[in-house]
């Protein structure tokens, strides 16, 4: 299992379970380090607070880490004009500069209770953390 799928895995994981757990969830990373560890970080924002900001904080912080980064899992739920509710997972490789979009369609009754993924898909990206310019 190569860093990028570590990270991807990790942050599908999270993200399904805080759906199901709360309906939503705050942008968050999961990254793979130096010592081959997932771990998730979640951005200190204010209940209610603009999510866009709270991922453009977080970017701006894993691109201050991101020599001791190897690969990151950005995750967002949102709606997406054909699909409706997503799951989106942006993921990025240090090396070789691996990088994609995985949406996973999802319905939910009841704040998250009783949620329905769908298949996961692919769509491709650009990078973020280690643009080509850095």
């Given at each position: 299992m190569t860093e990028l799928d570590r990270a991807l895995g990790a942050a599908l994981a999270f993200g399904e379970k805080m759906l199901a757990a709360?309906?939503?969830?705050?942008?968050?990373?999961?990254?793979v380090d130096h010592d081959g560890i997932a771990i998730a970080q979640v951005p200190k924002v204010p209940?209610?607070?603009?999510p866009d900001a709270a991922l453009e904080t977080l970017v701006g912080g894993?691109?201050?880490?991101?020599?001791?980064?190897w690969?990151?899992?950005?995750?967002?739920n949102r709606a997406d004009a054909e699909?409706?509710?997503v799951l989106h997972v942006h993921v990025e490789q240090?090396?070789?500069?691996?990088?994609?979009?995985?949406?996973?369609?999802y319905?939910?009754?009841?704040?998250?209770?009783?949620?329905?993924f769908g298949e996961p898909?692919?769509?491709?990206?650009?990078?973020i953390i280690w643009p080509s310019s850095s």
């Open positions: 709360k309906g939503a969830f705050t942008p968050f990373a999961a990254v209940r209610g607070g603009d894993l691109r201050d880490q991101r020599g001791r980064l690969a990151v899992a950005l995750a967002t699909l409706g509710d240090r090396q070789g500069g691996l990088c994609a979009v995985v949406v996973v369609p319905t939910a009754r009841r704040r998250g209770r009783a949620v329905t898909r692919r769509v491709p990206s650009t990078p």
